[in-house]
């Protein structure tokens, strides 16, 4: 509402003061106070009222007004119960920085004012964002619904001074409104995709309310359109692929009829989400395509043909075929009983996104298909270094999951596992296969190492850690149980700190130097606690053979 309009409400007792250019303002919100700096309790656009209980002497009008203007509130209004008629250090405070000032007539209860302000105001926001919501529905059949999720951010941010953002189940920011302020930190995007992961896998309803550094969020499932929460068989099909709708509020004392607008927002975003998805079905046609001339041995001339059909989808404008990289993925669930192959296409599609690639649909240069429980991508790459400089170029495994881990892993919860591979880069369709193969080969590398999400590269091929995956589980447990259980055992008893001392023992090539002031030991402790290492395990550290079986052996662990 405007300031305007409370000069035409009778029953509010308002007098003009000062302030006739500021009417228009707008005024989102009532506040009471005669503290002297209620700054902290301010968040802009206001009607400030006040008894004047602040007011000692003249000298303390300004810097009160100073405060109020610092905050940003629409205008001031002072009662006339506890001094009779506003004094005029007030009046010329205000004048001077342009903040329109009310005196209230004795006979009006703050109270009356504060009630009239609220409900006038959440009408007309609740009323605009209807409209809006209602107007988007209309249009979900006939073409974009209105510019994407971040016009009714907007609204959410303008009306109902509701900061808000669409997340990616990785933490991605997906769209925010332009009055939310600055971007949400990663670290925090982060956070909160894993606290609504969570809330999911353990089937609490939405919205979740979490507090991160302090402050409280609110967050909706962004769940497809047309489907309700029961239409998936198991939660586990679609936890790592729905979005959310963070609202920095806490939503456990709202009324229903704004709970209800919420869900008609997370409906709106939900069909914007469907929409990007359908794009997609040309690129992931197209990576089912080559998957399987790679895999049936096709020509590589046939290959190269399709891949050429495949570079200007994926990469408009780019005058020659690009290199390529494969990625592998994986989800398997402990029981078997949910297909991880079309949760991994969806994780891959969005693990996959370049952090600094700008548009509506950042993904749209990625080509994912599945099969079975196998995700894999046909990742193109415009530039590539050449192969003499030594420089490192493309994705790396590492790199792809140090920012999702926390969310996939408590989206996984304790019977998921999430495993990836990357290949080298190649430049033509011969290099393929043998991409793919490299890629799986260091995928399998990933799944021999602990941890619900875990990642190898091609880099890795080149070590011994190949072999580790093809060891039967039984033959490693046994080989890991016989010599490392005993070391275990003793740290347990004594806090020997054994594992570690072995660790750094053998990162530190055996040299005893080294690996004393790495540990920060003097060399005689260093040498008495390999001496005990060998007499418990059987073992010389001065032995080739037995370093690397010890070494093996914690890899595996």
């Known amino acids: 509402m405007r300031l305007r309009a409370l000069l035409d409400t009778d029953a509010l007792g308002l007098r003009l003061l000062g302030g006739e250019d500021e009417l228009d303002r707008a005024v989102r919100g009532v506040m009471t106070t005669d503290l002297r700096d209620p700054s902290r309790y301010l968040s802009g656009g206001e009607l400030v009222l006040t008894g004047l209980a602040w007011r000692r002497d003249a000298a303390d009008s300004e810097p009160f007004v100073r405060i109020l203007v610092q905050a940003g509130v629409a205008a001031l209004a002072a009662g006339e119960a506890e001094l009779g008629d ?158 959310l709708l963070a609202v920095e509020a806490d939503a456990g004392d709202w009324p229903g009829e704004r709970l209800d607008l919420l869900q008609g927002v997370t409906q709106l975003i939900a069909v914007e989400r469907d929409r990007r998805d359908a794009a997609r079905t040309v690129r992931r046609r197209l990576a089912q395509e080559v ?9 590589p001339a046939e290959i190269a043909a399709r891949l050429r059909v495949a570079a200007p989808v994926l990469l408009p404008g780019l005058g020659a075929a690009p290199h390529w990289q494969v990625v592998v993925a994986r989800v398997e669930w402990e029981d078997g009983e949910v297909e991880g192959g079309p949760v991994a296409q969806s994780l891959l599609e969005e693990v996959l996104v370049d952090p600094l690639a700008t548009g509506p649909e950042p993904s749209d240069r990625i080509a994912v298909a599945h099969t079975g429980d196998e995700a894999i991508a046909l990742v193109p790459l415009p530039a590539v270094a050449s192969e003499h400089d030594g420089s490192e170029t493309g994705l790396l495994a590492d790199a792809l999951l140090r920012s999702v881990r926390e969310p996939l892993s408590a989206g996984l919860d304790d019977d998921g596992r999430l495993t990836l591979g990357v290949s080298a880069a190649v430049h033509s369709a011969e290099g393929l296969r043998g991409a793919l193969e490299e890629a799986r080969h260091a995928r399998r590398v990933a799944a021999a190492r602990s941890g619900r999400v875990c990642a190898a590269g091609h880099q890795e091929l080149a070590s011994h850690v190949l072999l580790l995956p093809f060891v039967p589980d039984d033959v490693r447990r046994a080989f890991t149980a016989r010599l490392l259980d005993p070391l275990k055992e003793y740290d347990r008893r004594h806090r020997a700190e054994l594992i570690p001392t072995l660790e750094a023992f053998l990162d530190s090539d055996g040299s005893w130097t080294r690996c004393a002031t790495r540990l920060h030991l003097h060399v005689n402790t260093l040498r008495y606690r390999v001496g005990r ?8 550290l001065s032995r080739l053979e037995d370093k690397l079986d010890f070494f093996l052996a914690l890899r595996m662990s």
């Not at 998957?291 to 020509?299: C, H, I, M, N």
């Not at 290492?533 to 010389?540: A, V, Y």
């Open 86 to 243: 506003v004094p005029d250090d007030l009046v010329l405070a205000c004048a001077k920085h342009r903040l329109p000032l009310f005196a209230v007539h004795e006979s009006v209860a703050f109270a009356t004012i504060t009630e009239h302000v609220v409900r006038q105001v959440s009408g007309e926001r609740a009323g605009d964002l209807a409209a809006v919501v209602d107007r988007h529905r209309r249009m979900m059949t006939s073409g974009p619904a209105g510019g994407g999720p971040d016009v009714v951010l907007d609204l959410l941010g303008s009306d109902l001074d509701l900061r808000a953002w669409v997340l990616s189940p990785t933490g991605r920011m997906i769209a925010g409104s332009k009055v939310a302020g600055p971007a949400l930190p990663a670290e925090t995007c982060a956070r909160l995709a894993a606290e609504h992961l969570a809330a999911t896998r353990t089937g609490r309803r939405g919205p979740h309310r979490v507090q991160v550094h302090g402050t409280t969020y609110s967050l909706f499932p962004v769940r497809s359109s047309g489907r309700s929460p029961q239409a998936a068989r198991d939660v586990r099909e679609t936890v790592l692929s729905d979005w």
């Open 291 to 299: 998957l399987e001339l790679v895999q049936t041995g096709a020509a």
């Open 533 to 540: 290492i060998e007499q418990l395990t059987g073992r010389d």
